[in-house]
């Protein structure tokens, strides 16, 4: 059974860093590519990063491009995302996602229950 | 960048209806569309893929359709446990990942 779970979320002031995982199990982790989507408080959801499979490559939104990081240690089955330099805009629940073909389409097909950020003073 | 629209931005209809959603691409995506059901407190559930095609597992209620850049999403006969907010997603060829705003759906 394929289980996606994050953590790390949390309280932080402006300007600190928060470090989020995503465990996974029930899948090759080392064969597929991720995804960390958030979603603000009563928004809609907002895509925020992306890394291949073996971690050689990864895209970020504009939004947080240069403050957050993200890696994959296929060893330990996990994903994690570095944000640094935290706003108030980056408070969201944060989820990770599985990144598989389907069809031919790329899609987003399982998804972590997301872990909270909350950026304030 | 290509952004996406969606029409209604709610909506609320009574069990047994036929709901339709519409999603719009601002230039042409092929049939590069998903979409996700997300209920309150969870997280987005993959329903259809590639415009049109269902996730293995979803009810036949649920259905997609449309190409180049309007898309259609239909749920045929509303249940009470399809309350949620629906969302468009295309997936560029630069990998990345657009959602368009969603739409609540109630129960009337």
């Known amino acids: 059974q394929v289980q996606l779970v994050e953590s790390g979320g949390g309280v932080v002031q402006p300007g600190r860093s928060l470090r989020l995982s995503c465990a996974t199990s029930g899948f090759t982790f080392s064969s597929y590519a991720m995804h960390w989507v958030r979603q603000a408080p009563g928004k809609g959801l907002e895509w925020v990063a992306f890394?291949?499979?073996?971690?050689?490559?990864?895209y970020y939104a504009d939004s947080v491009k240069g403050r957050f990081t993200l890696s994959k240690d296929n060893s330990k089955n996990a994903l994690y995302l570095q944000m640094n330099s935290l706003r108030a805009e980056d408070t969201a629940v944060y989820y990770c996602?599985?990144?598989?073909?389907?069809?031919?389409?790329?899609?987003?097909?399982?998804w972590g229950q997301g872990t909270m950020v909350t950026v304030s003073s | 960048d290509i952004q996406m629209t969606q029409s209604p931005s709610s909506l609320s209809a009574s069990v047994g209806d036929r709901v339709t959603i519409t999603c719009q691409a601002s230039q042409d995506i092929s049939n590069s569309l998903n979409w996700y059901q997300q209920k309150p407190g969870k997280a987005p559930k993959l329903l259809i893929y590639?415009?049109?095609n269902l996730q293995t597992g979803v009810p036949s209620r649920f259905s997609g359709g449309g190409s180049g850049t309007d898309f259609t999403f239909t749920i045929s006969s509303l249940q009470p446990e399809d309350i949620a907010t629906y969302y468009c997603?295309?997936?560029?060829?630069?990998?990345?990942?657009?959602f368009g705003p969603g739409t609540k759906v109630d129960i009337k």
């Open positions: 590639g415009a049109s």
């Open positions: 996602a599985r990144d598989r073909r389907v069809g031919g389409y790329e899609t987003l097909d399982m």
């Open positions: 890394i291949w499979y073996d971690g050689s490559n990864k």
């Open positions: 997603q295309h997936y560029d060829n630069l990998l990345r990942v657009t």
